[in-house]
């Protein structure tokens, strides 16, 4: 059963699922094909979505970074992986994490590190550092930051 909806009803519900919350252009286009949008219908309503500013990939990038960042404390790395998954361009990509700020993002690090680190089991300190920066370097975070944070931690 096919469910055909037509070009003006296409975009309104693309304007209302743009307005829920901020999408990428990949996002949108997989919205119009399931909804059996395609060629030159497809690219109007995106250029629609566009100047009415519905639609805005480097807003998609920031509002990504600071969410993902805040709530699921991942690090830089993760968050660039996921974006280019999403295929934001490197500029969005670039904008978004400049919406992280340092101090905050080393500070994040360090905490879950910390709490990490009340959980291990490891006696042998090689090996809970081992962990530590594995546990970290999967979130996301970048390999230089992660072994200056173990070493603070451990030296505090």
Do not use: P
């Amino acid at each position: 059963m096919s469910k055909y909806v037509s070009k003006a009803e296409a975009l309104i519900k693309l304007q209302r699922y743009c307005a829920y919350q901020d999408r990428c252009h990949k996002e949108v286009r997989t919205k119009l094909i399931d909804l059996g949008i395609y060629g030159d219908d497809l690219n109007d309503i995106i250029v629609d979505l566009i100047q009415e500013n519905f639609l805005n990939e480097e807003r998609f990038a920031k509002s990504y970074a600071r969410g993902k960042f805040r709530i699921k404390k991942w690090g830089k790395n993760r968050i660039k992986q996921e974006l280019k998954q999403r295929q934001v361009s490197e500029y969005c990509i670039k904008k978004g994490l400049l919406e992280i700020n340092t101090e905050e993002y080393e500070l994040t690090l360090q905490s879950i590190l910390e709490k990490k680190n009340l959980i291990l089991r490891d006696k042998n300190a090689f090996a809970r550092k081992k962990k530590l920066a594995q546990y970290a370097i999967q979130k996301g975070y970048e390999y230089n930051l992660v072994w200056k944070c173990i070493e603070n931690l451990h030296h505090s």
